[in-house]
């Protein structure tokens, strides 16, 4: 069966520090993987997906960036974070399917 | 992708059918409406998906009304662990890059 892993679990980190956040999918080849953001209180937000290693699609202009430099792993990277940045990441991935599968999610918090 | 209306909030009594509704008036033939729902501090979860049909499984039913412009999802038997945001999507069915767009969402209180 297939897992999604996401770390660290829970995170805080100083304005101006870099960010690396990791997700990675286990039982399943080629997925589509996806970066989402929740602000407190809010809806999902799409930061980037990927249909494929090397392949990177934003939806939102901001200060992160996102990287798959393995078919099972994405990374969501900052290299120096804003206030507005905090809030709960998820990554998910799908497949042949239509339906997306999320991870535990990682919570920043930004001071 | 179209956009969805829900209600901000709902209670339901424990044991009871909780019937979550959803607007969906501007929906194109090859649109889905998909179900999640999102348990405080977890990640959404999957519950169901449909076209046209009504559709059920272990964990809901969905009635798609016949012009397709409203979606009601149906939990049987609600019970605590139901309690969650549940989000009503919908999306093109084979959007290259199957993303899905989160809105405000319905928070289902189950009370005992």
């Known amino acids: 069966s297939q897992t999604i892993h996401q770390w660290p679990a829970t995170l805080v980190q100083p304005v101006g520090s870099p960010l690396s956040l990791e997700c990675t999918v286990e039982?399943?080849?080629?997925?589509?993987l996806y970066w989402y953001r929740q602000a407190a209180g809010r809806g999902l937000q799409l930061l980037f997906y990927?249909?494929?290693?090397?392949?990177i699609s934003s939806e939102v202009p901001q200060n992160l960036s996102a990287s798959r430099p393995q078919d099972r792993q994405f990374i969501l990277s900052s290299k120096k974070l804003l206030l507005s940045d905090s809030g709960f990441y998820l990554c998910a991935w799908s497949y042949v399917s239509y339906e997306q599968y999320f991870g535990p999610g990682t919570r920043l918090t930004v001071t | 992708d179209a956009k969805t209306t829900q209600p901000p909030s709902m209670d339901c009594a424990e044991g009871r059918a909780a019937n979550l509704p959803c607007n969906h008036s501007t929906i194109s033939g090859n649109e889905y409406v998909y179900w999640y729902r999102q348990i405080h501090s977890q990640g959404p979860q999957y519950i169901i998906h449909?076209?046209?049909n009504n559709e059920t499984n272990e964990m809901a039913s969905l009635i798609i009304t016949e012009d397709r412009k409203s979606s009601t999802l149906i939990l049987p038997h609600a019970t605590l662990r139901d309690t969650a945001v549940y989000y009503c999507i919908v999306r093109v069915g084979n959007n290259a890059g199957n993303m899905l767009t989160f809105g405000g969402g319905t928070r289902l209180m189950v009370k005992p």
């Open positions: 039982g399943t080849s080629n997925p589509n």
């Open positions: 990927s249909v494929g290693i090397g392949q």
């Open positions: 449909g076209l046209k």
